[in-house]
């Protein structure tokens, strides 16, 4: 299932209060869908590292009550009161004996005397056995308490939200390029770092901090590994010396079309950056001379830019012109 549909899929199951469990490869960006639901909820989220817990530690510790009875006092992490999400993360990398105390927790909402708030639900998370990520098989009993959910990687998705957090262009201008390389791992092999939308995120923090030119290959090799670190300084190489986006769209009748389809993809994303309601005409204009695949890939990404594109006389035209492209 893409992100969206793991959204869409989580915002039924929350308020049914249905038990998730959400699997995926490392570094796709599991945890960050569920804290995005729950805030798109307003939900509050209580985040729980199973793996850090001791078979114990949902349960409490005893005390001695006035009337001589034992009673469980349980930990202050596990919720009271409210609505939210208890998102036990890296679930199937807790030892067994910790799985098996979150037996009754997860079906029957309680531990011993502690019971789980009304407006609460339990979501867990974790990597697939066949990932080479510490994992401990799940037993059947647990696994059965769950409603399972399989998460895909989505290159466009991706783009969408690394545009909305700010990454910088060049990596979503290589990502358009190479949306293989969004996310490769090979559990195989025994690499330290390796592409993933996780990874991916660190490299654009990295460029965005203006890194020394002689140390940022390393950088970018210790954040996405060596192979596609290789390629992505190539691919920097062309887009760091792009013709001028204002130039371009200046005389966009006039202005030069790159022939290296890399150096295409990455003055697209500079363009699409541009968009705008003074510069729609231009841009339109521009892809009108671009090969169809490059011409979609400007004007749909300067929609997303911004939206008011499609309002322009040049957009209705060129829709009309490339509507066997378009449908």
Not at 55 to 67: A, E, F, H, K, Q
Not at 193 to 207: G, K
Not at 212 to 236: C, I, K, Q, T
Request: charged letters at 25%; one cysteine or more; hydrophobic letters at 45%.
């Amino acid at each position: 299932m893409t992100p969206s549909q793991i959204k869409a899929s989580l915002r039924t199951l929350i308020p049914i209060r249905q038990p998730v469990f959400i699997w995926g490869p490392p570094g796709v960006g599991k945890s960050q869908v569920v804290a995005q639901v729950a805030a798109e909820l307003e939900c509050e989220l209580t985040d729980l590292r199973a793996v850090l817990l001791d078979p114990v530690d949902l349960r409490g510790i005893p005390t001695v009550s006035p009337d001589g009875t034992a009673r469980w006092c349980p930990p202050a992490f596990l919720p009271v009161s409210g609505r939210g999400v208890l998102f036990l993360d890296e679930l199937n990398a807790a030892p067994p004996l910790v799985q098996a105390a979150c037996y009754q927790f997860i079906l029957d909402r309680r531990v011993g005397e502690y019971e789980l708030p009304e407006g609460w639900t339990v979501i867990a998370a974790g990597n697939r056995e066949g990932d080479r990520a510490v994992t401990h098989r799940m037993p059947s009993a647990l696994s059965n308490r769950f409603v399972h959910l399989d998460f895909d990687v989505d290159v466009d998705q991706w783009l969408d939200w690394a545009a909305g957090q700010g990454l910088v262009e060049e990596v979503r201008a290589f990502v358009r390029y190479r949306p293989n390389l969004l996310h490769s791992f090979d559990p195989r092999r025994d690499d330290k770092a390796f592409p993933s939308p996780r990874s991916w995120e660190f490299a654009a923090r990295v460029l965005a901090a203006g890194p020394d030119p002689e140390v940022e290959a390393d950088l970018l090799r210790g954040a996405v590994g060596p192979g596609a670190a290789a390629e992505f300084v190539g691919f920097s190489r062309i887009y760091r010396q792009l013709p001028d986006p204002d130039a371009v769209i200046e005389r966009p009748d006039l202005a030069e079309i790159p022939e290296e389809p890399a150096t295409l993809y990455a003055l697209c994303g500079a363009l699409a950056r541009k968009a705008g309601a003074d510069t729609a005409e231009s841009i339109i204009a521009y892809a009108s001379r671009l090969p169809a695949e490059f011409a979609v890939l400007l004007v749909r990404d300067s929609v997303r830019t911004a939206p008011c594109v499609v309002e322009c006389p040049a957009f209705s035209h060129w829709a009309t012109a490339n509507s066997d492209v378009l449908f």
